[in-house]
């Protein structure tokens, strides 16, 4: 297209350099007029340098697709590191705002004239316990619950770094790897993906939030009795819902198969007749250390992907943080269609 257009632009170059090779000449022979003249050439010339801005306009156009079509190319060309990162800048941007709104409600929570303190911060009542002692705890749990918010502030503080260096480290791997155009729409599609990913952290926190906002209600004594542990019962059946849909009641029909009931059969007719008692290793500690560790409503402990061993969490980041993946679109995508555990997903 380009080529066409200088070739018209050529031609009507060289039919103007003849007309004015004629108008020279007839100008030797016989008077002409000159305003006609100049007309005409204004109409030449214009003409011409329409097609020209014509060209360029289009070709404009074109820059703006290709550079479209580059930008993506090469964000496809990163686009391992560029997942990677995104997603450590998610966990650390939804730690740090979690951290920070967290610090805002139990600071108010704090400075009111009963204070209201976290479920795992609150101290249970022992029974005939002295007076004294009681006011002791009650003292000891203010400052645990003032630890708890001087910790949750380090770790905004941390949190916060933590993601803005990673946005810095985004940007000297462009400037190293692209020039500066490249470099300066490349890290405006980051930001624009970082944005996205800050919008869904806020809407997480905002159902946490309400969460909070009906604890501090249901709030009655600080120490926690059996006469006021309704206060936690409505927060903690929302606390123990669970993240996905209930299982199917679905019961697979009862068939038998031939060698499971000859394995069964064998095992029971050569079962040994006698079993030694084994010893529990334990001692009395040790025993009271885990059922203490089983009733700690404010820990969850889950079996090991591998290995025989099990993991203990906070329960409350357990839960953020199976919520924060159910939210990655990276790798969950939501359907508009009840898929149950015996339906083929094809759609």
Same mark, same amino acid.
């Given at each position: 297209? #380009?080529?066409?257009?200088?070739?018209? /632009?050529?031609?009507? /170059?060289?039919?103007?350099? =003849?007309?004015?090779?004629?108008?020279?000449?007839?100008?030797?022979?016989?008077?002409?007029?000159?305003?006609?003249?100049?007309?005409?050439?204004?109409? #030449?010339?214009?003409?011409?340098?329409?097609?020209?801005?014509?060209?360029?306009?289009?070709?404009?156009?074109?820059?703006?697709?290709?550079?479209?079509?580059?930008?993506?190319?090469?964000?496809?060309?990163?686009?391992?590191?560029?997942?990677?990162?995104?997603?450590?800048?998610?966990?650390?941007?939804?730690?740090?705002?979690?951290?920070?709104?967290?610090?805002?409600?139990?600071? *108010?929570?704090?400075?009111?004239?009963?204070?209201?303190?976290?479920?795992?911060?609150?101290?249970?009542?022992?029974?005939?316990?002295?007076?004294?002692?009681?006011?002791?705890?009650?003292? %000891?749990?203010?400052?645990?619950?003032?630890?708890?918010?001087?910790?949750?502030?380090?770790?905004?503080?941390?949190? +916060?770094?933590? $993601?803005?260096?990673?946005? #810095? @480290?985004?940007? +000297? *791997?462009?400037?190293?790897?692209?020039?500066?155009?490249?470099?300066?729409?490349?890290?405006?599609?980051?930001?624009?993906?970082? #944005?996205?990913?800050?919008?869904?952290?806020?809407?997480?926190?905002?159902?946490?939030?309400?969460?909070?906002?009906?604890?501090?209600?249901?709030?009655?004594?600080?120490?926690?009795?059996?006469? %006021?542990?309704?206060?936690?019962? @409505?927060? @903690?059946?929302?606390?123990?819902?669970?993240?996905?849909?209930?299982?199917?009641?679905?019961?697979?029909?009862?068939?038998?198969?031939?060698?499971?009931?000859?394995?069964?059969?064998?095992?029971?007719?050569?079962?040994?007749?006698?079993?030694? %008692?084994?010893?529990?290793?334990? *001692?009395? =500690?040790?025993?009271?250390? /885990?059922?203490?560790?089983?009733?700690?409503?404010?820990?969850?402990?889950?079996?090991?992907?591998?290995?025989?061993?099990?993991?203990?969490?906070?329960?409350? $980041? $357990?839960?953020?943080?199976?919520?924060?993946?159910?939210?990655?679109?990276?790798?969950?995508?939501?359907?508009?269609?009840?898929?149950?555990?015996?339906?083929?997903?094809?759609?």
């Amino acid at each position: 297209m #380009e080529t066409t257009a200088f070739k018209e /632009l050529s031609s009507k /170059l060289i039919l103007i350099h =003849e007309d004015l090779r004629e108008l020279i000449n007839i100008s030797k022979t016989q008077k002409i007029d000159e305003t006609k003249i100049i007309e005409t050439l204004k109409r #030449e010339l214009k003409i011409s340098f329409n097609i020209v801005d014509e060209q360029q306009a289009v070709n404009s156009q074109e820059l703006l697709i290709n550079s479209s079509q580059d930008i993506n190319n090469v964000r496809k060309s990163i686009i391992s590191l560029w997942k990677r990162k995104l997603n450590e800048r998610k966990q650390n941007f939804w730690n740090f705002l979690k951290s920070q709104n967290t610090v805002i409600i139990y600071e *108010t929570w704090l400075g009111k004239e009963m204070p209201v303190i976290p479920r795992k911060l609150r101290p249970k009542t022992i029974p005939g316990e002295h007076t004294d002692d009681i006011n002791i705890r009650r003292e %000891n749990a203010i400052r645990n619950f003032e630890v708890e918010i001087k910790l949750l502030k380090n770790k905004a503080n941390r949190y +916060e770094h933590n $993601y803005k260096k990673i946005d #810095e @480290e985004m940007f +000297e *791997t462009f400037v190293a790897k692209f020039n500066a155009e490249i470099t300066e729409s490349i890290n405006n599609l980051w930001r624009s993906d970082c #944005e996205k990913e800050e919008i869904k952290s806020v809407q997480i926190w905002e159902r946490k939030q309400l969460w909070l906002e009906e604890y501090e209600d249901h709030f009655g004594d600080l120490f926690v009795t059996e006469e %006021n542990t309704q206060d936690n019962e @409505e927060n @903690e059946e929302e606390e123990n819902k669970p993240l996905v849909r209930n299982k199917s009641d679905w019961i697979p029909r009862p068939t038998k198969d031939k060698d499971l009931e000859e394995t069964i059969k064998t095992l029971k007719t050569n079962s040994l007749t006698s079993n030694k %008692n084994v010893k529990d290793n334990l *001692t009395r =500690e040790e025993k009271t250390a /885990l059922q203490n560790l089983k009733s700690d409503k404010s820990i969850i402990i889950k079996e090991a992907d591998k290995g025989n061993a099990v993991v203990i969490m906070d329960r409350e $980041y $357990y839960r953020d943080s199976i919520l924060n993946m159910l939210q990655d679109e990276m790798s969950y995508e939501v359907t508009d269609k009840k898929i149950g555990p015996t339906n083929k997903y094809n759609d």
